[in-house]
């Protein structure tokens, strides 16, 4: 059997498809959920869940906002040793730990609930995961689900897990659907269509590093407390209780208020992206325990135009879901398939610093692509293949994921030819074939590192990608054309010596003339009298072609 698993920020869950529904497992005392924190005593072996409550401001907390980092990236965070640039390592209990260790502990534990429950062995899982998540960050949660002994058979995004548990009794509909999952740690936003057992996801936007335990801790800032204590206030204010605290719930709301809507630009673009306009949506779904909350609840019927579905538990949905999709890989569900996509463009740099994109952002997961590269200059012996991560033009403005040599025999400029092809997986992991065409020599490389930036950085590439839209565009056209130019100009130059005296002086000084333009049009950087120019010389010197093949065949030249 293979069971789903919801690793959260401040709970986790197991479950599985029991007689066609999905069932989450319960602990030795009857309760679902797991919180998601871990002790770690002098001495002692740690403690998982309910038990390291007591020692929370001890315990190591919210480990999944750590997953694939390196210091510096992430927000401050009492456990974290290290230099900046390093991947991030906690301290706790006199050892030192990195966080898909912590997140190992935790899945354990669950592991043994669901093998007490079921009876025998647990051994094969899907596990959630945000949909923004990078690749490191993916593969930090593979990697936390085989040190707890699992054969981690699918990364599921948490939206599309959610969508999944409502949409399992609505197979034969029709519907569009957002996902706003607000959790303890993470936001995303996705937008799905479902029809007839097919779960697209059409756009995917969100923040790895926004969610309750920021609600949490500007309490805690206002009040002077702990983050537990503020949890507990955010909690009863939400659900409408009396709190003896020095905050009303006014207070709260407006304290709360700007954090939430750092949401909205995520939500907007998500739409767009999908090409869709609030009217056109058939529900607004909810998961995370934060979409509890009133004003978060207010906020989403605003931006959204409609009033949420609340009919799942915002706790459990996405747990269900990944039991939903366990089942589907078992076999115990069927005639269900689920399109993820990848949230942003991949690509290789190529000739003149430019973004050659392979697989466009919102693409359909899993997916290959592929293309043909040659190269510039004459008797290389190998191309460098740099990947990048991105929505600009220019390379220098994308995130490289990693890079690396491909040797080939060498050849003269443009005769080589190395086909590179990008393969995401159904986790969204991301593997680069490059096959020497001449030799058949591949080379592949699993790219498990991450884009170490910050979620804001992410944002801001985002942003930047619409505000140099047009900039990028006319940088990328002037690239290409001095591209061309440098094509140009040798060919020309090799042609008129052939020809010798076959050109007139008349022809030869035109020619000349051209070409000076096309040199004073690049130093002044004037795209639109350098394609002119060239089209100009292009034009001029198309006969010059003709000469030569005519000389080549009578033996002349």
């Known amino acids: 059997m293979i069971v789903g698993i919801d690793l959260g920020t401040t709970n986790s869950l197991i479950g599985a498809m029991d ?13 679902r ?9 002098d001495g002692g072996e740690p403690i ?22 390196r210091v510096g990236e992430s927000g401050a965070n009492r456990n974290i040793v290290g230099t900046r640039g390093e991947p991030v390592r906690l301290v706790a209990g006199g050892r030192t730990i990195l966080p898909e260790e912590v997140a190992a502990l935790i899945l354990t534990k669950l592991k043994a609930d669901a093998e007490r429950a079921l009876g025998g062995v647990v051994d094969r899982a899907v596990i959630t995961v945000p949909a923004y998540f990078n690749d490191a960050q993916r593969a930090a949660t593979k990697r936390a689900g085989e040190l707890a002994g699992f054969t981690v058979e699918r990364l599921l995004a948490e939206p599309t897990a959610a969508a999944l548990a409502y949409g399992l ?10 996902v706003y999952d607000f959790g303890g740690g993470t936001f995303d936003v996705s937008v799905l269509e479902l029809n007839g057992g097919i779960f697209q996801v059409l756009a995917t936007d969100g923040d790895t590093e926004l969610g309750g335990d920021d609600l949490d801790a500007a309490i805690a800032a206002r009040l002077g407390s702990t983050l537990a204590e503020a949890e507990v206030i955010k909690r009863k204010l939400s659900e409408g209780e009396n709190c003896d605290s020095a905050i009303s719930r006014s207070a709260f709301e407006a304290l709360c208020r ?3 809507e750092r949401t909205r630009k995520h939500c907007l673009r998500s739409l767009q992206d999908a090409g869709l306009q609030p009217g056109d949506l058939d529900e607004v779904i ?10 978060v609840r207010e906020f989403v019927r605003a931006v959204f135009g409609r009033e949420p579905n609340t009919s799942q538990h915002p706790d459990e949905v996405v747990a269900l879901g990944a039991a939903v999709q366990a089942g589907i890989l078992d076999g115990a569900v069927r005639n269900v398939t689920l399109l993820d996509v990848t949230p942003l463009s991949l690509g290789i740099e190529t000739f003149g610093g430019l973004m050659n994109v392979l697989i466009p952002r919102n693409t359909t ?12 200059a004459a008797n290389q012996v190998s191309m460098r293949i740099a990947v990048l991560q991105g929505e600009r033009e220019m390379a220098r403005d994308n995130w490289k994921l990693g890079e690396f040599e491909i040797p080939f025999v060498p050849a003269a400029r443009g005769r080589a030819r190395v086909g590179v092809q990008f393969e995401i997986d159904a986790d969204g992991l991301l593997s680069v074939l490059a096959r020497d065409t001449a030799t058949g020599q591949d080379t592949k490389v699993k790219m498990q590192s991450a884009v170490e930036v910050s979620d804001e950085a992410v944002e801001q590439m985002l942003s930047d990608s619409l505000n140099h839209a047009f900039e990028d565009m006319d940088e990328r056209a002037f690239t290409e054309a001095c591209l061309k130019a440098e094509e140009m100009l040798p060919a020309v130059e090799t042609a008129l010596q052939r020809l010798g005296g076959e050109v007139a002086p008349q022809e030869r000084e035109k020619i000349a003339g051209l070409v000076r333009q096309v040199l004073e049009a690049k130093d002044t950087r004037s795209l639109s ?8 010389l292009d034009k001029t010197t198309e006969p010059l072609a003709a000469r030569i093949v005519e000389g080549v065949m009578q033996g002349r030249l």
């Open 19 to 31: 007689a066609g529904f999905p069932v989450l497992f319960a602990d030795a005392a009857g309760r």
């Open 258 to 260: 700007p954090i939430i």
């Open 48 to 69: 998982v869940g309910y038990g390291a409550l007591s020692h929370r401001e001890q315990a190591i907390v919210s480990v999944k906002r750590l997953m694939g980092r």
């Open 529 to 536: 009298s350098l394609r002119a120019v060239l089209d100009e």
């Open 33 to 41: 959920l797991t919180p998601s924190v871990v002790y770690f005593p």
């Open 286 to 295: 909810l998961a995370g325990g934060s979409t509890r909350m009133p004003l």
């Open 365 to 376: 997961i899993p997916c290959k692509a592929g293309e043909m590269f040659t190269n510039a």
């Open 169 to 178: 009794n609505r197979l034969a509909d029709k519907a569009k659907v957002v």
